[in-house]
């Protein structure tokens, strides 16, 4: 059993909030993202298509994700920079 449930801790967040998500995440399954989104609807969501649970681009392979999550010379997922740089943008500067 967790000693946080995820949901009820994301809802006490007061702070701009960016929720990442990778679709080939075999750790925190998709699911999961959206119930966070949901729990906390002022969040902005960003849904990788490639995405593993190490940041990376993947699949739902066990064995190739094992492979990638080694490799400590693949690069972070694409757009995964640029989304959070945006999104910190968008912060500081109170932009919509």
């Known amino acids: 059993m967790m000693r946080f449930i995820p949901t009820q801790e994301i809802a006490k967040v007061r702070v701009p909030t960016l929720i990442i998500q990778g679709k080939t995440d075999v ?8 119930r966070l989104s949901k729990a906390k609807p002022d969040a902005q969501f960003y ?3 490639t995405m593993n649970h190490v940041l990376k681009d993947g699949d739902l392979n066990l ?7 080694e490799n400590p010379n693949l690069p972070l997922s694409t757009g995964l920079v640029s989304t959070i740089v ?3 943008i968008k912060v500081e500067t109170g932009a919509k």
């Open 27 to 34: 750790t925190v399954p998709f699911a999961s993202g959206v």
């Open 63 to 69: 064995l190739d994700t094992k492979k990638v999550n």
């Open 47 to 49: 849904l990788n298509e």
């Open 86 to 88: 945006k999104f910190i």
